[in-house]
Nanobody, 115 residues
């Protein structure tokens, strides 16, 4: 069973950086596609970045060049490095693991970009 725990959120000024981490404490992490989603107040949850088991990554257009997703299969952890943060990046960020019909979510971590 996959069990995801996010960390690393917080308050940062515009232009700043944060790194989110998501650790799987229970499952076969390396077999899953890992993703980071976000949900801002009043908006739908959206996929920010995803990385395959082999390391291929895709990004939401608005974060390309600013965010980087990576994974450490040996330590069952996926990261989201976020640079040049903007106020519109403010949201709750969720870690996701997916393999076929099996989908798991973390509890979410708040990222607030504000001066």
């Amino acid at each position: 069973q996959v069990h995801l725990v996010e960390s690393g959120g917080g308050l940062v000024q515009p232009g700043g950086s944060l790194t989110l981490s998501c650790e799987d404490s229970g499952g076969r992490f390396s077999n899953y596609v890992m993703g980071w989603y976000r949900q801002a107040p009043g908006k739908q949850r959206e996929l920010v970045a995803a990385i395959s088991s082999g390391g291929s990554a895709d990004y939401l257009d608005s974060v390309k060049g600013r965010f980087t997703i990576s994974r450490d299969n040996a330590n069952n952890t996926v990261y989201l490095q976020m640079n040049t943060l903007k106020p519109e990046d403010t949201a709750v960020y969720y870690c996701n693991a997916a393999r076929g019909a099996r989908i798991f979510w973390g509890q979410g971590t708040q990222v607030t970009v504000s001066s």
